[in-house]
């Protein structure tokens, strides 16, 4: 598969596609907390990787974590952009908004409103220790192939996820509600709870 990305195989990337839109789409929605922005990311993800091809290495494994990698450095970009236009908007005259009384289903709102929480608590750290939580946590990958897609080393990797879930725990702690009626816990102690894979070897 490296080799046929490499050589521009359009075939091989369609597969690439089929494999890994949705993982790169979730990847930017976890980061971005915006669905439009997260299906420009993943429209760009792959845009830039036909045109970089050519630094994809025949030998190696999964191509998730170079897709990975694109697409965070994406997000960032998204993410900057969002604030210059908030920035701008910010400086203008408010417009007189009309409340808008469309019905939307309810496992619609509950999913901004868990988005909303997540990029609450992931805002609150610093982007290379979010970066490395989405890649490891929810992405799902290892550490080495956390280092792989950001271009650091696995130690770096450890080290930085170690400091997001302490921060996380101790947000939690600071924010701490009374438990709901499903017993659920606060995002940043949901997200410091969830597992992250081992070092393959």
């Not at 997260?38 to 990787?49: Q, Y």
């Not at 220790?129 to 696995?154: M, N, P």
């Not at 990797?157 to 659920?184: I, N, Q, Y």
Request: glycine letters at 6%; proline letters at 3%.
């Amino acid at each position: 598969m490296r080799r046929r990305v490499r050589e521009g195989d359009r075939e091989a990337f369609a597969l690439l596609y089929e494999q890994f839109a949705r993982a790169v789409y979730n990847h930017g929605l976890r980061l971005t907390g915006d669905w439009s922005t997260a299906e420009e990311i993943m429209s760009e993800t792959f845009l830039t990787a036909w045109r970089t091809r050519l630094r994809v290495q025949e030998d190696g494994g999964s191509l998730l974590p170079w897709l990975l990698g694109i697409a965070t450095h994406k997000a960032d970009n998204a993410r900057r952009g969002v604030r210059r236009r908030q920035l701008f908007l910010a400086r203008q005259p408010r417009p007189r908004v009309e409340e808008d009384f469309a019905p939307r289903t309810i496992g619609r709102i509950d999913d901004a409103r868990y988005l909303r929480a997540v990029q609450s608590a992931l805002g609150r750290l610093r982007r290379q220790e979010r970066e490395v939580l989405a890649l490891c946590v929810w992405s799902g990958l290892d550490y080495q192939q956390t280092a792989e897609a950001l271009g650091i080393a696995v130690g770096t990797v450890r080290s930085r996820l170690s400091r997001a879930r302490r921060k996380l725990a101790h947000l939690a702690e600071e924010d701490r509600e009374p438990p709901t009626a499903r017993g659920e816990m606060t995002s940043a102690a949901a997200i410091a709870a969830l597992p992250v894979r081992e070092e393959l070897t």
